[in-house]
């Protein structure tokens, strides 16, 4: 297995003899990306083809491994090596979703030499383990079953057809505590789906273990179709459920069966940022109403509802937050700022009669400014302020929530100005 050094969005790995990749392990790569592109939202671009040869990665990050060979895509922002890097990532995930992720359980573990993909295998198994170490979660599961003596309630039209010859048995119709249920099965399935796939000896050692834990559960063919009930019983597991669902398959990635197929871990970052700010806000801004993909606007009223607004954040019903993954251009006049951009922010001010816009962006080094509202604009013949902003995602949580709260506040004080 050749393990690749990561990369970042946007950067290219040659191919040939003396490149980073031979021809067979590339086209199994571009194979397996191909295959992926048509299941990601959006339809990214995960890794294209180029003149030099080469393979260059698209607006993703994540994991794809073949039989020969790792390639690990790293986000493209400011940090000071590959472990912060990935460190920053896998905190996004766990806020965008929902994972049972904390920053102090990343120190312990060797981030710095393995990928994302070993990385949440090992979080998820130390997670598992210690959780089923304490007992599985049981339910009742209504029985039948025919048994020398009564359990339960007789099932009487069973029992004077299927044993009117046999009066040795009868017919019992019964529950029965068992650990045998759809939240069990998917997290056996996420085990030993994971086993064919980690490389590392310590995370195969805990998924070993797990599985043999989970003698009386059956097998699942289809884990992500089963009825899963979340409650306060199985509470323990409510996010370790969330993750087995991860790794198994999600509609932000997509994972395929079969080792000799390979196995992919992606996540495109447009959507990824945009799910990790909007969390992050209602973190950081616990009095307010923080709503996501807000769906009850249209940009045409009459004569029937058409083009359905549909804003990444909206704060308090007025203050309205668009985010963008990509960088900023401090040397260009607009900023690099799309106009389309534009346009659809002041639709989306216009049908909220919001006084304040926002466009956020990732921070980068470059910029002659530090994390906050970096630009303040104003709509031509209306009221409406239009605010360029950014935030620093590879720096402590604590300032990245204080830089949210501090633009929001922004907001608020000048539109009460």
């Known amino acids: 297995m050749n393990t690749l050094p990561p990369i970042k969005e946007w950067e290219e790995l040659s191919i040939g003899k003396s ?61 000071e090596d590959d472990r912060s890097l990935r460190q920053s990532l896998v905190r996004m995930l766990a806020v965008a979703k929902k994972l049972p992720i904390a920053d102090h ?19 998820f198994s ?12 049981h339910r009742y599961i209504g ?48 085990v030993v789906r994971l086993i064919t796939v980690s490389k590392s000896t310590s995370n195969q050692r805990k998924l070993t273990e797990s599985l043999s834990r989970f003698d009386s559960v059956s097998d699942t063919p289809y884990p ?12 323990t597991f409510h996010q370790l459920f969330e993750m087995a669902k991860l790794l198994l398959a999600g509609d932000w990635q997509s994972t395929t069966s079969g080792r000799d197929k390979g196995y ?16 992050s806000l209602k973190i950081a801004l616990s009095s307010a109403k923080v709503q996501l993909q807000h769906k009850i ?23 309205i937050i668009d985010t963008k993954w990509k960088q900023l251009k401090p040397r260009e006049s607009n900023l690099g700022v799309a ?35 970096y630009r303040e604009w104003r709509a031509t013949g209306t009221d409406t302020a239009l605010d360029i902003a950014t935030v620093n995602v590879s720096g402590p949580v604590k300032d990245f929530h204080d830089t949210l709260r501090q633009i929001v506040d922004h907001t608020a004080l000048a539109t009460a100005a």
């Not at 199994?28 to 393979?55: D, F, Q, S, Y």
């Not at 130390?126 to 979660?137: K, W």
């Not at 659809?344 to 006084?355: G, V």
Request: hydrophobic share 40%; net charge positive; with cysteine.
């Open 105 to 123: 359980d990343l120190a312990p573990l060797e981030i710095q030499h393995e990928n994302l993909l070993e990385v949440l295998i090992r979080i």
């Open 224 to 235: 992500l179709r089963e009825r899963v009930m979340l409650d306060r019983t199985n509470r």
């Open 143 to 190: 029985q039948e079953d025919d048994l020398p003596r009564l359990k339960g309630k007789l099932n009487v039209k069973r029992q004077f057809s299927r044993n009117a010859v046999r009066p040795d048995r009868l017919a019992c119709t019964f529950d029965e505590f068992s650990p045998d249920t759809p939240l069990n099965r998917v997290l056996k399935a996420a």
């Open 297 to 319: 606007h249209y940009a045409i009223k009459s004569p029937d509802n058409r083009f359905q607004l549909r804003p990444d954040i909206v704060v308090d019903g007025n203050v």
């Open 19 to 79: 490149g980073q990749l031979v021809d067979r392990d590339a086209q199994r790569l571009h194979k397996l990306a191909e295959r992926i592109k048509g299941r990601l939202k959006g339809r990214p671009a995960v890794l294209t083809r180029t003149a030099t040869p080469g393979l260059k990665a698209g607006q993703v990050v994540g994991v794809l491994t073949t039989p020969g060979v790792t390639v690990e895509i790293l986000p493209k922002i400011d940090a």
């Open 264 to 279: 992919s871990l992606l996540f495109p970052m447009n959507e990824l940022f945009e799910e990790y700010i909007g969390r």
């Open 339 to 373: 106009q389309s951009d534009i346009y659809q922010l002041l639709a989306y001010a216009n049908a909220y009669r919001a006084k304040r816009v926002i466009l956020l962006y990732p921070w980068h080094g470059e910029l002659d400014h530090g994390p906050g509202v």
């Open 126 to 137: 130390i997670r598992l383990l210690s959780a089923i170490r304490r007992g599985l979660p």
